[in-house]
């Protein structure tokens, strides 16, 4: 795919997370006035997700009507190209959403031949628009390269993770990893969108970031992302499996390294 074509798709790729994000402006700025109970405001949502997938999912099939898709709410599609597939998270940071958090993002990438070529992160209350192209570079809004972060000890960084409390084996290991890489930095994050997350990361505002029980529409359009800003990812083994086995830790070449010797000390 040469470099014209992809920024053909990442343009697709802009309006569409976009368009989807202006629907989820505006159901966002309903949630307050919901009645706060759990089948209101949660049902709400839902149907917001499901717009903004939708709209996602007919801007791209509208100018690729061959490509396959993989997305969160709608699941597999299959495509006849054989080649390409979007993969979709139409609101990533949902529970911020129910509770007028403003940070959520829709979270576009394009798989080609099982690689992520092109994604696009897109935080439309923030109004920050960060998309990637590989070997091109990662920027925001167009006008700002990114790069991630220069710090290179753990004392000195900010690091970001998902702390989820559901009781499953990857939550009860992430609050030991918590636990035990606190005392060593700077401090620890949470924003509940590990696509905001991921893109805070290769503009420098995070460290280094790790995250476990991940989905490939958490992981494809922000791994990209870090990748073209200078950083890397890996899994836990230290493998580049990060997209399909859900496991991710990232950052600049040595805060990335000293953050996965930590991760892999702890069991």
């Not at 597939?85 to 959403?97: A, E, Q, S, Y």
């Amino acid at each position: 795919m040469n470099l014209w074509h992809v920024q053909a798709l990442l343009n697709v790729m802009v309006q569409a997370a976009i368009k989807a994000g202006k629907s989820l402006t505006k159901d966002f700025g309903e949630v307050e006035s919901l009645q706060v109970s759990r089948k209101g405001p949660a049902d709400f949502v839902s149907k917001a997700d499901l717009r903004a997938e939708q709209i996602v999912f007919d801007e791209l099939r509208k100018a690729r009507p061959t490509y396959a898709f993989l997305m969160e709410e709608g699941g597999e599609v299959a495509g006849t190209d054989g080649t390409h597939r979007w993969i979709v998270d139409p609101l990533d940071g949902t529970t911020n959403f129910l509770h007028s958090i403003p940070l959520f993002a829709v979270a576009i990438a394009l798989e080609r031949n099982d690689g992520i070529v092109a994604s696009v992160i897109y935080n439309p209350v923030l109004d920050e628009l960060y998309t990637a192209e590989k070997g091109n570079g990662a920027w925001m809004n167009d006008r700002k390269r990114l790069r991630v972060g220069g710090r290179r000890h753990l004392a000195d960084s900010v690091l970001v993770t998902g702390i989820k409390t559901q009781g499953t084996p990857n939550d009860t290991l992430g609050m030991r990893q918590v636990s035990h890489i606190n005392p060593a930095v700077a401090g620890i994050r949470r924003t509940g969108s590990i696509s905001v997350d991921l893109a805070w990361l290769a503009s420098g505002r995070f460290d280094g970031l790790w995250e476990a029980g991940l989905s490939p529409w958490d992981v494809a359009p922000g791994a990209l992302m870090v990748k073209e800003a200078g950083g890397f990812v890996t899994d836990y083994s230290g493998k580049p499996g990060h997209v399909w086995n859900g496991q991710v830790v990232a950052g600049n070449e040595i805060l990335q390294s000293l953050l996965l010797k930590q991760i892999q000390s702890i069991k």
